[in-house]
């Protein structure tokens, strides 16, 4: 038995105005990052002015690592709206995985800056002689670049924090990177206006190694996520906590988990009493799915409901299927059970247990001896149960 999440699509048409599937975190996601976009727009033109005319090839740099922002906050935008889209047809877990090909996009993106600010730095350095000293106005801008970057870096991690976003606690941390850069370039100024000219280029590649670095990570991260890496030790540990303390489950095994951007999937085959019935079986799965989808920041459990545990071995494959095991029945028996007979098929352990629940009282004491019979040598049969039931008034 399998539990699935239902998944509602609110769009009916192109024209159907959008709903995201998390209003409050869209709605954060797009008031931070309009403010980032903002913040970076300003430090682009400044700083790479300031540079070009104040002679500081790591402002310069500096201001690329700007514009990079800046893209990169376009593409949190874009992704922050389509990947807040309902599930739908095509994609029945929905759309959060656009944001984790966002942040793949996002840091192939900065370590290719990086490594290209690192290599212009290396180049210019190769000829010392004509590197120029800067002009002290290139300090105050770095100076209030770093201002703006740390700030900028902790009011985005405590949005990213408050709403549980991946994504933007990652451009958060991409915003602490930049402060760095900037302190950075700063320390390259000011050993460029004591006489060590050098020094700027020497911050400028530090700079293009740290860009490289923070890409190569927020890369790294999201790949690990697209292939279905599973949550860490300890919170597994937690979810199978929470399932084996739901009331009825007796057992757990194959407990299987992957991220799906800021939330996870959860599949899980779950043991219960072999006897009970089919619906208070999947009652059992409900309540299960229910423990950890409330306890946990998953989107979704998947239950599978065992009568035994089949984790390294399926006993019961070998067995016929209901249709066939009822016309050996018939066939041992030499005759056919009576059309009012209730049968329940319990296949356990390599054999069946049946369940005969009969109306007809006449028949009970031959066909008792019969199936006492029958299991002795049966291939199949385990045991044969029979139980007289009183006909309906």
Known sequence: MTNHAHSHNHSHGKSAAFEPTHPARFAAARKSTWVSIFINLILTIVQVLAGFFG??????????????????????????RHGNKHADANHPYGHARIETAASLILGASLAAL???LLIAAGMRLQHPEQVQAVHPFTLWVALFALAAKEGMFRYMLAIAQRVRSQMLIANAWHARSDAASSLVVVVGIIGNLLGYTFLDLVAAAVVGVMIAYMGIQFAREALMELVDTGLDEEEVRAIRNTLKAVPGVIGLHDLRTRKMADNALVDAHIMVDPKISVSEGHYIAEAAR????????VMDVMVHIDPEDDAHARP?????QRHLLLAHLNERLGHPLPPSTRIVLHYLNGKVDAELLLLDNATFVGLAQKCTAIVVDDPYFRSISLHQLSAPN
């Open 55 to 80: 002679k500081s090839q790591s402002l310069m740099a500096d201001g690329l690592h700007s514009l990079a922002d800046l893209l990169s906050d376009v593409l949190v935008l874009f992704a922050n």
């Open 114 to 116: 990086g490594v290209g």
């Open 290 to 297: 229910g423990a950890v989808l409330k306890a946990h920041h």
């Open 316 to 320: 019961n494959a070998h067995l016929p």
